[in-house]
């Protein structure tokens, strides 16, 4: 099969062989770009135009390559717009609600013994009792004082050294000391004892202290007055007092009736969604089954309807794209290319 660029789709696949044979994708600069798996959102239904699609949109498809290609035509996947659906419904007009009456109360007159005052109680105080008692009262507390002793002495003798032992050389004066022979002079060590003397001292026995003497607590007796019972106080009840009048009571009480008010309801109609916009296969225009002549005739047409496509010079330029996407939203087309159903919307082939 001859491979064909579209002149609808940025990214657009060619038909395959009547036996369906895997055909290869050839990618152009045209308005069909393939979106990467997404779903567009729905939008609100746009007002169609007098000359309504006369090609049916093809259902979605998720399959690589559309179905039921013939040699020499071009697909593209596209954006197909929501399919809307008339409904008619009842809605609550007025919500059920409830009537209300209230049936006043049925009073009479009647005799009433009522209080006029309320009972009560009264205090009355009893005073407190006392008597007179004899105490023994302290005057002054037992207590305790200190008293010097002195301390105790006794005389001693003892011997004191006056002057240690020691020894001093003493000449010798006999004969029979002298040496043979020496120079004649003798001298001796002799040993002089220790003097002593006899000394008396104060030696302490027993050091002076102090003692504690007790001086005894002094009383006197005195008489005061105790309390026996104390102040209290005594309740006097005082009878209630009443008296009889005429009153208003009631004999049948107040009563409410309420009866229900059924709701009402209006038929209304409204436009819903019953498939939302999602990607599908439509046949479109590309270079094998687009000329010049044909591109001048969709630039013109799609002017002539209000759609600015700029100059018919027979090339999808940018400002053609605009148009022709503006002139498909207006009228519920699928975008994304230049599609045979759009071509039947502008005129330009038969349905």
Not at 158 to 178: C, D, I, L, R
Not at 218 to 243: F, H, N
Not at 255 to 263: D, E, F, M, Y
Not at 280 to 285: E, K, M, P, T
Request: proline share 7%; aromatic share 4%; with cysteine.
């Amino acid at each position: 099969m001859q491979s064909g660029q579209s002149l609808g789709s940025s990214q657009s696949t060619n038909a395959t062989s009547s036996a369906h044979s895997a055909g290869r994708v050839s990618t152009s600069q045209s308005m069909a770009a393939r979106p990467a798996r997404t779903e567009a959102k729905p939008a609100a239904p746009a007002p169609r135009a007098a000359a309504a699609p006369v090609s049916k949109a093809s259902p979605a498809d998720d399959s690589m390559t559309p179905p039921d290609a013939k040699p020499g035509e071009c697909y593209a996947r596209v954006i197909l717009p929501p399919v809307y659906e008339t409904v008619t419904e009842q809605v609550v007009e007025k919500e059920a609600g409830q009537l209300v009456e209230i049936i006043p109360a049925v009073l009479e007159e009647a005799e009433q013994r009522v209080l006029v005052k309320e009972a009560s109680e009264r205090l009355e105080v009893v005073p407190a009792v006392y008597k007179t008692v004899t105490e023994r009262v302290l005057v002054k507390p037992a207590t305790t004082k200190l008293v010097e002793v002195p301390a105790e002495y006794k005389t001693v003798s003892e011997q004191v050294m006056v002057k240690p032992a020691h020894t001093v050389w003493k000449k010798g004066s006999e004969a029979f000391q002298n040496v043979a022979g020496a120079t004649g002079e003798i001298m001796c060590l002799v040993e002089v004892p220790a003097e002593y003397k006899t000394v008396e001292r104060q030696v302490l026995v027993s050091p002076a202290t102090t003692k504690a003497v007790e001086v005894a607590a002094e009383y006197k007796e005195v008489e005061r007055t105790v309390l026996v019972s104390g102040p209290t106080t005594r309740k006097v009840v005082i009878p209630a007092e009443y008296d009889t009048v005429m009153v208003t009571r009631v004999k049948v009480a107040e009563q409410k009736r309420v009866t229900p008010i059924p709701a009402t309801y209006k038929t209304i109609t409204r436009t819903v969604v019953t498939q939302p916009s999602r990607q599908g296969w439509q046949r479109i225009l590309c270079d094998t089954n687009m000329d010049l002549k044909m591109m001048v005739d969709l630039q013109l047409r799609l002017t002539a309807k209000g759609y600015d496509a700029g100059p018919a010079i027979g090339r999808l330029t940018d400002k053609t794209r605009e148009a022709l996407t503006a002139f498909q939203q207006a009228n519920g087309l699928a975008t994304g290319g230049i599609t045979y159903e759009t071509l039947a919307a502008l005129g330009m082939i038969a349905p």
